[in-house]
C-alpha cells in the first residue's frame, strides 16, 4: 500500500526586508528568550533556540525573500548573501 503526501506548489522568492550584518555572521533566534539584564548585558538562551550561521563573505547587508505555498502559508525564507 502506497500513502501519497499532497505537494504544496512553492511560490517564487518575494523580497520581504534585509538584515544587516556587521561580525560576519547572521543569527536566527526567537526574539521572546532574549534577557537583558539591569547592566545592558544580552543573555542568548542556553538551550537550541537560536542559531548562528557565518556568511563565509564577511559584512554587508542581505536581502530576505519567502516563499509562500498556494493557500498563502511561510514554507521557506531565503538569505541571498551573495
Given at each position: 500500500m502506497v500513502i501519497s503526501t499532497p505537494v504544496s506548489?512553492?511560490?517564487?522568492p518575494k523580497f520581504i526586508g534585509s538584515v544587516?550584518?556587521?561580525s560576519g555572521v547572521i543569527s536566527v533566534i526567537d526574539q521572546s528568550h532574549i534577557k537583558v539584564d539591569k547592566a545592558g548585558a544580552i543573555n542568548l538562551p542556553s538551550y537550541n533556540l537560536y542559531t548562528e550561521i557565518n556568511t563565509e563573505v564577511g559584512d554587508g547587508e542581505y536581502k530576505i525573500y519567502e516563499c509562500r505555498d498556494e493557500q498563502g502559508g511561510?514554507?521557506?525564507i531565503i538569505i541571498d548573501i551573495q
Open positions: 506548489t512553492v511560490f517564487k544587516a550584518v556587521d511561510l514554507r521557506k
